[in-house]
């Protein structure tokens, strides 16, 4: 599948596996300029290798996202190496399973961090820059079906990614005028490593690969909102119109499922 995104600056955060790794694999072949960032510098290396082999340039970054200034540098490294940023997707971000009656507060604080704080440690950089570019850019994030209404297990994971979703949709009125656009990506289950192992039950579960043909399109495309498949979005689109007692009883005959 070719994509219309050819010859452009491209940050992928989150990229040494899963979607991010499977998105930048599809962008290489279009002679694009790809920066990947992720905490895991040896994973990271191998998927830079496959983007230069398949013909883009590559720059690999071992950085932590929670990390603000380590943020903020990996900005300023793309943009001193390729000159500007011309689309980031900003993918980092984890859901395990946590049962509401066992969590502790340290469990929801890391869970906010790893979903929410990260993405404000890119954010913030990426809008100074694309701020001072004649053509803006995009801001893209991959969110989740579950940052649209409270999924049972997975409540902290939720709150963490409608605050994200929020926080974006107001940017996107704010900063349209300066040429900064920004798309919300949900996805509903992917099977990456770390999903199959957590335990949940996931129905319309798609690959990592036909997950990435779906980012890829939601970035050529801009979208404010970008949520795939349709079977799972029509689900929770389907229970956020339901009475709350009916779509309660749905969410937990699903949960114990």
């Known amino acids: 599948m070719t994509t219309t995104i050819t010859g452009r600056t491209v940050l992928i955060v989150g990229a040494s596996s899963g979607i991010g790794a499977a998105v930048a694999r599809r962008l290489a072949p279009a002679g694009n300029r790809l920066v990947l960032t992720a905490r895991r510098a040896p994973e990271l290396a191998a998927v ?12 690999d970054i071992a950085a932590d996202a929670l990390d603000p200034e380590a943020a903020a540098g990996v900005v300023a490294t793309a943009v001193a190496e390729f000159g500007s940023v011309d689309i980031a997707l900003l993918n980092a971000g984890q859901g395990p399973d946590m049962a509401m009656d066992r969590v502790s507060t340290a469990d929801v604080s890391r869970i906010m961090a790893l979903n929410y704080d990260v993405v404000v440690n890119y954010l913030v950089p990426l ?7 004649p053509d803006g850019g995009l801001i893209a994030h991959t969110n989740s079906l579950a940052g649209l209404m409270g999924i049972p297990r997975q409540g902290p994971y939720s709150a963490a990614k409608a605050a994200v979703r929020t926080l974006i949709d107001a940017a996107r009125v704010e900063l349209a005028p300066r040429g900064i656009r920004f798309t919300s990506i949900h996805p509903g289950f992917v099977g990456t490593e770390r999903v199959d192992a957590d335990g949940l039950p996931k129905p319309f579960q798609v690959s990592q690969e036909r997950a990435a043909q ?15 498949p349709w079977q799972t979005t029509a689900l929770v689109r389907t229970l956020r119109a339901l009475p709350a007692p009916v779509s309660d009883r749905v969410l937990r005959l699903l949960a114990a499922r």
């Open 127 to 133: 809008i100074r820059q694309l701020g001072e570019q």
């Open 48 to 59: 830079a290798q496959e983007v230069r082999a398949a013909g883009s340039a590559c720059l």
């Open 214 to 228: 779906y980012v890829v399109r939601a970035l050529e495309r801009e979208p404010a909102q970008a949520c795939f």
